[in-house]
């Protein structure tokens, strides 16, 4: 069965750190994109960050770029998303995705995480 798991979230401050990671297995992790998003009450999903299937390529959002890091271990079939200078605005659930398109597409792959909790406040 295919299975995302993600863990690593919490209560940060501003200006702090989190490492979130996202275990796989049930499909053939070294083949597939990888996506962070993250969704806050009231407002509409959108992509954190993405990374290719061999790591080669990555993308972010701009309010992340310089902040935030995506990385994989294909040997381990995990994806890491490194956190720093964390705002109060980042506070959100951040999931998972597994994508079998191509790195360039528009639209999330058919597997999610169940996501965690991120929260940012003094």
């Known amino acids: 069965q295919v299975r995302l798991v993600e863990s690593g979230g919490g209560l940060v401050q501003p200006g702090g750190s989190l490492r979130l990671s996202c275990a796989a297995s049930g499909f053939t992790f070294s083949r597939y994109t990888m996506n962070w998003y993250r969704q806050a009450p009231g407002k509409t999903r959108e992509l954190v960050a993405r990374?290719?299937?061999?790591?080669?390529?990555?993308k972010y959002a701009d309010s992340m770029k310089g902040r935030f890091t995506i990385s994989r271990d294909n040997a381990k079939n995990t994806v890491y998303l490194q956190m720093n200078s964390l705002k109060p605005e980042d506070t959100a659930v951040y999931y998972c995705?597994?994508?079998?398109?191509?790195?360039?597409?528009?639209?999330?792959?058919?597997?999610w995480g169940q996501g965690t909790q991120v929260t940012v406040s003094s």
């Open positions: 995705n597994a994508d079998p398109g191509d790195f360039w597409g528009a639209d999330p792959g058919m597997y």
């Open positions: 990374i290719s299937s061999s790591g080669g390529s990555t």
